[in-house]
């Protein structure tokens, strides 16, 4: 099991950046991929941006261009938010999954962004 601290989220006004960090328990090279996930009220938890201990990186459509995750190639991993919408307001969730195939959960940060 992987523990998971997020912090970073908050209230933005729309066109602004906001910067999320998840703090792992390890090496994020021992850990397959970690994303990002957000659940906005009545809605399905969906995926935001992954990035594997590779380095490679995906994307949900609604951010390209907008979003990009990182890691400090220790135990952090970053989501910068930039342009961000009123529709960008969500829990975001940080995740990781192990080579084994076993997904942690971070507890979730509220991110809101007025109009």
């Known amino acids: 099991q992987v523990q998971l601290v997020e912090s970073g989220g908050g209230l933005v006004q729309a066109g602004g950046p906001l910067r999320l960090s998840c703090a792992a328990s390890?090496?994020?090279?021992?850990?397959?991929?970690m994303g990002w996930y957000r659940q906005a009220p009545g809605k399905q938890r969906e995926l935001v941006a992954q990035?594997?201990?590779?380095?490679?990186t995906n994307y949900a459509r609604s951010v390209l261009g907008r979003f990009t995750i990182s890691s400090d190639n220790a135990n952090t991993v970053l989501l910068q938010m930039n342009s961000l919408r009123p529709e960008d307001t969500a829990v975001y969730y940080c995740?990781?999954?192990?080579?084994?195939?076993?997904?942690?959960w971070g507890q979730g940060t509220q991110v809101t962004v007025s109009s």
């Open positions: 990035i594997t201990s590779g380095g490679s």
């Open positions: 995740s990781a999954t192990t080579y084994e195939g076993r997904r942690s």
């Open positions: 390890r090496s994020i090279f021992s850990i397959n991929a």
